[in-house]
């Protein structure tokens, strides 16, 4: 008896198996391709139209609040990157460098960014002069190359990938400060608004903050395989890079005064946050505000109603033109191939129309978020599409801030942080500040790692759960990408 065969163009595996699934995802749903270099993927068009929404949206934001963009070189000569010691001891081991142009070794090696600070703060020291240079807000939209990790992973660890890097200065340190509930709330108005995605602002401990920076505050995702990730990040570096960049100016008593600093992005990375915490067995399952295309009209004929279908079915896509409206009238290919294709590949609306439904003047939507079907009178779907697509968006958001929820679990004791961490779930744990503490944190739990410190208030008596000595807040704890 002959094999069957598998179907290859369809995801062939469950959500379960994680790391197969989102691989499949990524080829089959078109978002990305691999390359001959390791850890730097081809972001098609589909996942690039989406980063360029993103993109869209925040620098909107950026521009109303003040901040202007600019662009500064992609290569990094050694003796600025070295100035600020910290920085340089945190990113080192991730940092590409060129050595030498054609047969001619340089001077000097140059850097492949893996962050701007170093070639940005010397211009800062050169055009801060008064304290009337300030604020300095300026941002830029780039690639950066970080090379340390063994095993990338498709969006959540490119070696290459594409963010916002924003590097503001200010006159005191009071309005730094700030900026940090201005930069977050645009960051995260993007992520829940538009991307449907419930993430938790919170700060991180000392051993996980920016290498150079005083504080860092990121926003924080939960995914279905319990696995927490990073997304966008503000940075507060106080006064340490201007000190170390020399970055000084005249106050209004003449008196010499350091810039006090920020620095805030949003990447790639969010991309496979989306994917991964929405999509399902099926295929990619897209929020109506991220998608571009947010219908798909598949007409369903035969050689007799053909024209009569495909005439209605061209008068709805004129009709919904705003939700820029697919219409698959390929007669190549049966509905049912469409319908998985377009599946597949995450349309939030299907429009079927058939010629049953033409006669009772009805078309069928179907929902890619839950698969709900509805018989829509043609003459209301202007007025109802916009309704199922705002009530997709919602839903989407909800379910990503249950799955959150679903998968925090408190822990009072190291045994049952492990049995958590096993159950794949995130943990919330007493905890101290000691440095000694997370060390053993990672090695006790095969890899889990603070996340971030919750703001909820601690109760007396709490213990730390590795040292046992009085805890100094709530920690987040985690398996991370």
Not at 399 to 426: G, M, P, Q
Request: charge should be positive.
């Amino acid at each position: 008896m002959e094999k069957e065969k598998k179907d290859t163009k369809g995801i062939n595996v469950e959500k379960d198996d994680f790391s197969e699934w989102f691989t499949q995802l990524m080829l089959k749903a078109d978002l990305a391709d691999y390359t001959d270099v390791s850890g730097c993927i081809v972001f098609k068009p589909t996942a690039y139209a989406i980063w360029e929404k993103i993109q869209q949206e925040c620098d909107l934001r950026f521009k109303k609040s003040g901040i202007k963009n600019v662009y500064f070189p992609l290569l990094i000569p050694e003796k600025l990157f070295a100035k600020e010691k910290e920085h340089v001891a945190g990113f080192s081991p991730e940092v590409a460098w060129v050595t030498e142009t054609g047969n001619t070794k340089l001077s000097e090696r140059l850097a492949i960014r893996p962050t701007s600070e170093a070639i940005m703060y010397s211009s800062y020291s050169k055009w801060i002069r008064s304290w009337r240079d300030l604020p300095l807000r300026l941002n830029q939209w780039n690639n950066v190359i970080r090379w340390e990790f063994k095993h990338p992973v498709p969006f959540f660890r490119n070696r290459e990938f594409l963010w916002n890097e924003g590097h503001t200065a200010f006159a005191n340190e009071k309005d730094s400060l700030k900026e940090s509930k201005e930069i977050l709330t645009i960051y995260q108005e993007i992520c829940e608004n538009y991307l449907a995605l419930y993430g938790m602002i919170g700060r991180k401990t000392e051993n996980e903050k920016f290498a150079g920076g005083v504080f860092s505050e990121k926003i924080h995702y939960i995914l279905p395989n319990g696995k927490a990730t990073e997304g966008p990040a503000f940075h507060h570096d106080g006064q340490n890079f201007s000190k170390a960049y020399d970055i000084k100016f005249l106050d209004e008593n003449k008196k010499e005064q350091y810039v006090w600093q920020n620095t805030f992005a949003i990447t790639t990375r969010m991309l496979g946050v989306l994917f991964a915490i929405h999509s399902d067995s099926k295929g990619l399952v897209l929020p109506p505000k991220i998608a571009q295309n947010k219908i798909v009209i598949v007409p369903i004929f035969t050689e007799d109603n053909k024209n009569k279908i495909l005439k209605e079915a061209e008068k709805i896509k004129l009709e919904l033109k705003e939700f820029e409206p697919i219409l698959d009238d390929r007669e190549e290919y049966r509905p049912g191939f469409k319908f998985n294709e377009y599946e597949l590949k995450g349309i939030p609306i299907r429009i079927e129309l058939g010629e049953r439904d033409l006669d009772k003047k009805e078309a069928v939507t179907v929902r890619r978020d839950n698969g709900k079907k509805q018989s829509i009178k043609i003459a209301s779907l202007k007025k109802e599409i916009p309704k199922i697509l705002e009530d997709i968006q919602k839903s989407m958001y909800e379910k990503s801030k249950k799955l959150f929820y679903d998968k925090t679990e408190k822990a009072s004791s190291l045994n049952e942080l492990k049995k958590i961490i096993i159950d794949k779930k995130v943990a919330i744990v007493p905890f101290c500040k000691m440095t000694e503490c997370e060390d053993s944190l990672k090695s006790e739990t095969g890899g889990a790692k603070a996340l971030f410190i919750s703001d909820e208030k601690l109760k007396k008596a709490e213990k730390c759960i590795i040292c046992n000595k009085p805890a100094d807040y709530y920690l987040y704890v985690a398996k991370t990408y």
